[in-house]
């Protein structure tokens, strides 16, 4: 039987352009270029509670910055600053009332000319809702079931792979879902040479002794982590407390052994990030 993901747990307003709007009347028309060719681009933030009752984003300064580059390779001109942009993530929490939630600024190509080669005007939308765990509660305190799957990464010589773009996505959809079918939690791509890529929603961490490794930023599919210096930090600090890395291992064919590493607690990144990597707004 298929896991089927939870709903979204709804806000109460969008930050579209510069405006906040109703969540249900957030809306673009059906001749979205993006829509059809799968030319925009995204981040996806978290926003964590304080004990002092406030929230802290993690990393939005490198966030926003990688939202940029990747415009910047997609040949997209943001009509706004990483400022601006900043500044409507933190607006559209304090709109809604939140001190945590998961945000997602998004710059795509609106409607006007169709074809691939139609430039139309670029606009920008910051949506946040609550999101618990990525492969849930009991993903954390069970582990999760991995495969490797019978599809491969994308080539960064056939798409910009470094940006962050949703056309991207189809590969690890496609991916997901098949793991699911066959009833494992999450899938692991190799790349065109048999080595281990990413997963589908998720980079891959692998402990070696004392020295944690991740995948090249060069060879990802979907851009260059913003947070992958902190989760090569946690999972040397998860091993020096337990004594062993926490990881869940999958073996494929030879060379193709990998170790996931398995996604932190909510309260475990809450206690690891440096103040020098929050961006603090009032509720």
Same mark, same amino acid.
């Given at each position: 039987?298929?896991?089927?993901?939870?709903?979204?747990?709804?806000?109460?307003?969008?930050?579209?352009?510069?405006?906040?709007?109703?969540?249900? %009347?957030?809306?673009?028309?059906?001749?979205?270029?993006?829509?059809?060719?799968?030319?925009?681009?995204?981040?996806?933030?978290?926003?964590?509670?304080?004990? %002092?009752?406030?929230?802290?984003?993690?990393?939005?300064?490198?966030?926003?910055?990688?939202?940029?580059?990747?415009?910047?390779?997609?040949?997209?001109?943001?009509?706004?600053?990483?400022?601006?942009?900043?500044?409507?993530?933190?607006?559209?929490?304090?709109?809604?009332?939140?001190?945590?939630?998961?945000?997602?600024?998004?710059?795509?190509?609106?409607?006007?000319?169709?074809?691939?080669?139609?430039?139309?005007?670029?606009?920008?939308?910051?949506?946040?809702?609550?999101?618990?765990?990525?492969?849930?509660?009991?993903?954390?305190?069970?582990?999760?079931?991995?495969?490797?799957?019978?599809y491969?990464?994308?080539?960064?010589?056939s798409?910009?792979?470094?940006?962050?773009? !949703?056309?991207?996505?189809?590969?690890?959809?496609?991916?997901?879902?098949?793991?699911?079918?066959?009833?494992?939690?999450?899938?692991?791509?190799? %790349?065109?040479?048999?080595?281990?890529?990413?997963?589908?929603?998720?980079?891959?961490?692998?402990?070696?002794?004392?020295?944690?490794?991740?995948?090249?930023?060069?060879?990802?599919?979907?851009?260059?982590?913003?947070?992958?210096?902190?989760?090569?930090?946690?999972?040397? &600090?998860?091993?020096?407390?337990?004594?062993?890395?926490?990881?869940?291992?999958? !073996?494929?064919?030879?060379?193709?052994?990998?170790v996931?590493?398995?996604?932190?607690?909510?309260?475990?990144?809450?206690?690891?990030?440096? &103040?020098?990597?929050?961006?603090?707004?009032?509720?």
């Amino acid at each position: 039987m298929v896991k089927k993901p939870e709903p979204i747990r709804k806000a109460d307003v969008i930050w579209m352009d510069g405006n906040l709007v109703p969540w249900a %009347d957030a809306k673009v028309h059906v001749l979205t270029h993006s829509l059809h060719y799968g030319v925009a681009v995204f981040e996806r933030i978290r926003a964590y509670p304080q004990p %002092d009752g406030r929230g802290a984003i993690f990393r939005l300064r490198e966030h926003v910055r990688r939202l940029f580059e990747s415009a910047h390779i997609c040949l997209m001109e943001v009509p706004y600053t990483k400022e601006q942009v900043m500044e409507a993530c933190r607006e559209v929490l304090r709109a809604n009332k939140m001190n945590e939630g998961y945000l997602r600024p998004l710059a795509y190509h609106s409607d006007g000319a169709m074809g691939v080669g139609a430039v139309n005007p670029v606009k920008l939308t910051v949506a946040t809702w609550y999101w618990g765990a990525y492969l849930g509660e009991e993903g954390i305190k069970k582990g999760i079931r991995v495969k490797i799957s019978s599809y491969t990464r994308m080539h960064m010589n056939s798409d910009p792979t470094r940006a962050k773009v !949703t056309g991207h996505y189809l590969n690890g959809v496609l991916a997901k879902r098949e793991a699911l079918v066959a009833g494992y939690d999450e899938a692991i791509l190799l %790349d065109q040479q048999g080595f281990v890529g990413e997963a589908t929603g998720e980079n891959v961490f692998v402990a070696t002794g004392p020295s944690t490794r991740r995948r090249s930023p060069a060879g990802s599919s979907r851009g260059s982590p913003a947070t992958a210096s902190c989760g090569s930090r946690r999972t040397r &600090a998860s091993r020096s407390r337990s004594g062993a890395s926490r990881a869940i291992t999958c !073996t494929a064919r030879t060379r193709r052994s990998c170790v996931a590493r398995r996604q932190r607690s909510r309260r475990s990144a809450r206690s690891t990030t440096a &103040a020098s990597e929050r961006e603090r707004w009032v509720p």
